[in-house]
Structures are given as structure tokens and as C-alpha cells.
């Protein structure tokens, strides 16, 4: 199973767009342009690095930069079964799991940044990195602190961030160490975000909150607030605004979806930081990868198919028999289309003309669209049958076409 997820503030750097900006999916860079009023591309590609570091550039950017590299990776047919962000990143979650539209998202992620701004004026905190203490021993420091400190972000097993005021930082850093810390860092941001000091953000959040609608996520996403999927719409919006206040639980959420069955684990948005959370916190073997980059992308459309025909050996080995065929389905509701090249190859079903030669389809070959998005392959065989009619309407998931492979090993991808 393939999980999907999205870094949160902090990640970014200047120019993290540039190597998007010919790719078809840049064009979301526009849309979000429009719904917020701000100049994502200048963002994305000229403003420098202090001034992106401002938490309501930050936040923008970094959403929408996951969401442009989230409709490249759908583009190629590659869909998850499961998603987690971090912190802001839940934002970018919830929209690649239909949860959230993409304009909406952009709205809320707009207002949070402009709100968490605005709170962290109010107040002069900041946050630390605890390395090397368990997750009681953290909470204990912060507590034997006696002030304004609390748990932020619960990273991985020895990783811990904690946040508040700076004199209250210095004295739970000092208990941190009497209890084994083995180092004690901090880092410049502009408040003590997951922690009471958010609570003014709030009630703007939440206005915005009350603004949009949401929809049951699918794939479920994993909650930053109590690291649990939450299929009620109704839901959402009080877990966006209790993440504010409450730290995110990111080690028990990378264990919610590694129980649930996910072994890739695929960080979509600038940097590799959550990779490398995932390859410390799940103490099993798994696959962790970043996708920041067009290049990266290409590395994603191997490992996808290396992990296919792996999953298929497995299943051959265990089940006794060989699977040779394979089916592809789309990846959005619509109208459906077939790329005119395959009508003659492959006919429908509903016809019993033969069908007059086979085709051979590679890793991220297109297939036809559902509605306006393209249905890609993720994985290779020469085409067998087209499911479904022109112009039929087909919905996520559907079985739109199937593919056979040689022996049930899956063909080498053509080149694009």
C-alpha cells in the first residue's frame, strides 16, 4: 500500500518552483494565485529566502507547491491508498483525498498563515529540538519547567519539539539534558506554533472554517490531533482548529499507516525531512522516498513499478499461481475518453470485434482522461481491453482498462 505525505512550514526554500515551471501542473500555481489574492509564483520562484520564511508565505507556498508535484504524480495514474501531512501539510492531505477542493484549500491555508502571524505577534515564542529523550521524559522536562512550554510536534522516537516562551524553553532544555538528552537545539521560527499560544489564531480559522465544505476523505487521511482517520466530514473542521493548540502526534500517525498496510511511503513537496521521520520512526522494512522535483518523479515511476512486480512475485509465490493481467483505473470521476491510438487496438467490450493488434502500454503511458484528467498507467503490458464505453461516466477507482504481461512480470516502460 502506497501512503502520500505533505511537509508542513519550514520546508521550503527559495526557488523551490523553478523546476516545475514548464511541467503542465503549474498551471495550479495560477489558480491558487486567484483564490488567494497573493502572487504564488513569485513565491515559488523569486522571493527570497527571509522573506518566504514569513509564516504566511511559508504556509502558501508550501501548500501549493505540494499540490502542483501531488497533480504531477496523479497525472502518471499514481494514487494512494492512504495520506498523513504534517501540520499545514494536513491541509495539502485532505485535498489530494477530495476532502477539500483545491480552491478551498487555498482559502483556508491563506487565512491560517495570515492568523498563526498574527498570534505569534502577540507573543514572543519559540520552539526547540529535544534529541535522544523519549516522548514521557519530553512531556516531564516541559512540565518540571513550570512555566510556558509545552510538547509541539512529536516527530519520531527521540525527537521531540518543544515550544513557549524562550526563559521557559532554556529551563525545560536544562531538565531535558539532566534526563539524558543528548542534544538540545533551537531554531529560528516566528512563534510557538501547536501550543496555547496559537489560541487568538482561532477564531479566524474558524470563520473560515465555517465557509467551506467538506467532503468524506478518500483515501482516509490520519490526523495530526489523535493520529486516527476521521471518514465524518463533520469532523474536520474541529480537528483543523484543535491542531492549532495541540501537538502533532507525526510518530503515531507514520504507525497508524504503516498498521493500516502502507510500506512505500512517499514525501510529496520541497525538502525530504518527512522521509526521513518515516525511516525512523517505523522500525520495519519499508520504502521512504521525497518528491520535490520533475527527476524525482521519474525515480517514484520506478519504484512504483519495481514495487508491483515485487508485490506480484510475492502473491505468485504465496497463491501458487501467476497473475498476468493487470488493471487500470481512473483516478477521478467524469466523462471517459480513450486516446484515439488504442480505439482500433483495443475495443470496448461492449463490442465483439476482434481486437486486430496488441499494444504495448508502459509505466506512465496515457490511457484516455476521466473528464479533464489524464489516466495514466502504473505499470506495463500490452493492452487487452478497453472496460468501459466513450463518454460513459466512470468514478474514482473504476476499472477503466486491463493489461496482460508476459509470464506475469510486468514489460519494460517505454520511454516518454
Known sequence: MLAFTFPGQGSQRHAMGSSWVHHPSFDLVDQASKASGRDVAHMLLEMDQETLTNTENAQLATFVLSLVILDAT????????????????????????GALSFEDGVRLVTERGLAMREAADKSSGTMMAILGLDDDSAEAACMRAEGDVWIANFNAPGQVVIAGAPDDLARAAEVARELGAKRVMSFPVGGAFHTPYMAPARDRLRQALSEVSFREPDPPVVANVDARTHADPAEWPGLLSAQLCSPVRWHQSLDTLYESGARTFVELGAGAVLTGLAKRSIRAEITALNVATPEELEALVDVIAGTEAASVRELERTAGFVMAERLIVAPATGPFRLVPEFVDAAPTLSTTETRRENIAVGVGDLVGWAGETEIRSPFAGELQGIIVLAGERVVTGQPVAWLRTADGQPMASKES
Request: net charge negative; with cysteine; proline share 4%.
Open 74 to 97: 496523479e497525472r502518471l495514474g499514481i494514487t494512494p491508498t492512504m495520506c498523513a501531512g504534517h501540520s499545514l501539510g494536513e491541509y495539502s492531505a485532505l485535498v489530494a483525498s
